[in-house]
């Protein structure tokens, strides 16, 4: 009985915070990048994105969202002197954790590398930093890098998002988990960005991405649900050597076939959410 009550408890208030956080009025738009499957390169990806939408004039924080881990403190070449924890537990305020990275309109919100927060499990306690953001009102989008699997971290922060993009390979085991991903969202969201990342060209992806569509279609799936393929990323040895040296590729490789690529999925994020 008293699980029954905490549970009921629990879902009443993720129900009241997803109520209150409709009340934000904003200019910012919210993009949550996720993969099911860890390896695919989506912290890399994200970075770069954030780059071209900078390059575009738009005001970006990124949020390392992979609890646990600080990959994008490390992409960005700063060391943050406070993180999204510091201000979730109160030792810092908001504007202090948003760190402005070397480039020009790109702004941080760090994680924190081993970091555990069983204790802020029980709410959605990693909606405040986002709707907190939302509410500045300042920036023009938040990218949100999620860990890896679909634990109630990432499961958090894909709820509150109005945009999803999954980016995968076509590693058996990845499309597996973006599928999963998929039947997740198929109940909750209208629509699921769909990126591959080291492909060799855009028709592969799209090939693939018709099989995953026919697949969910096969399995009755929301038929509302919309799964979108917007592009590829391919495989390149600049990809490695920019973020060993802690750069950006988008930004060292401007007329790389891979950039090129990028700027096709950041013009569609330009056209469909912005």
Same mark, same amino acid.
């Given at each position: 009985m008293l699980n029954n009550l905490n549970s009921i408890a629990n879902q009443a208030s993720k129900l009241i915070n997803l109520a209150t956080r409709k009340n934000i009025k904003t200019k910012t738009k919210l993009l949550t990048i996720t993969s099911g499957k860890g390896g695919v390169g989506k912290s890399t990806f994200t970075a770069n994105l954030s780059y071209l939408l900078s390059a575009k004039g738009l005001k970006v924080v990124v949020i390392d969202a992979d609890i646990g881990l600080a990959n994008m403190q490390v992409l960005f070449d700063i060391k943050p002197k406070f993180t999204m924890f510091d201000y979730l537990d109160g030792t810092c305020k908001l504007k202090e954790a948003v760190v402005a990275t070397k480039y020009k309109n790109i702004h941080l919100i760090a994680g924190k590398t081993g970091h555990e927060y069983a204790s802020k499990t029980n709410s959605f306690v990693f909606t405040k930093v986002i709707d907190d953001t939302l509410a500045l009102n300042y920036f023009d989008i938040i990218l949100v890098d999620t860990g890896a699997g679909l634990n109630r971290y990432v499961r958090e922060f894909l709820s509150i998002s109005d945009h999803v993009l999954a980016l995968t390979t076509t590693d058996p085991s990845a499309l597996t988990d973006?599928?999963? *991903?998929? @039947?997740? *969202?198929?109940?909750? @969201?209208? @629509? *699921?960005? *769909?990126?591959?990342?080291?492909?060799k060209n855009y028709q592969i992806g799209e090939t693939i991405s018709g099989s995953l569509i026919k697949l969910a279609q096969k399995n009755r799936l929301n038929k509302d649900f919309m799964v979108e393929y917007i592009g590829n990323v391919s495989t390149s040895s600049n990809i490695a050597t920019t973020a060993r040296l802690r750069k950006l590729f988008a930004k060292e490789f401007d007329d790389d076939e891979i950039t090129k690529q990028m700027k096709v999925i950041t013009n569609y994020i330009l056209r469909h959410i912005m």
């Open positions: 973006v599928y999963s *991903l998929m @039947k997740m *969202l198929s109940s909750q @969201k209208e @629509k *699921l960005l *769909l990126c591959f990342n080291h492909t």
